[in-house]
């Protein structure tokens, strides 16, 4: 059974930190992309950012470049959020997707989502 377990969430000060962890089980980890997402209240998932499997290709939504960095330890089976200068508008639930390929076809996996309160 696959896993996706997100971590790291919290209360935080607008200008703060925090980093958030996904640790995954069950699958090749470094088949996969990583993608974190984001919900806040009322409004649709958007997506954060995202980190390619074995190349490690970075993408991240404007509004984020500069203060969060993505990253992964494939040994480890987890990728990380590093969330520098937070907003208050950075307040969301995230989550973490897992999405590749293999012989068997598309495979689409999610984390249960960790929440972030960014206070102003």
């Known amino acids: 059974e696959v896993q996706l377990q997100a971590s790291g969430g919290g209360l935080a000060q607008a200008g703060g930190s925090l980093r958030l962890s996904c640790t995954a089980s069950?699958?090749?980890?470094?088949?996969?992309?990583i993608g974190w997402f984001r919900q806040a209240p009322g409004k649709p998932r958007e997506g954060v950012a995202c980190?390619?499997?074995?190349?490690?290709?970075?993408n991240y939504v404007d509004s984020v470049k500069g203060r969060f960095t993505i990253s992964r330890d494939n040994a480890k089976n987890t990728a990380y959020l590093q969330m520098n200068s937070l907003k208050p508008e950075d307040t969301a639930v995230y989550y973490c997707?897992?999405?590749?390929?293999?012989?068997?076809?598309?495979?689409?996996?999610w984390g249960q989502g960790t929440l972030v309160t960014v206070s102003s």
């Open positions: 997707n897992a999405e590749g390929f293999t012989i068997e076809g598309a495979h689409d996996y």
């Open positions: 069950g699958l090749t980890f470094d088949d996969y992309a």
């Open positions: 980190i390619g499997g074995s190349d490690g290709i970075t």
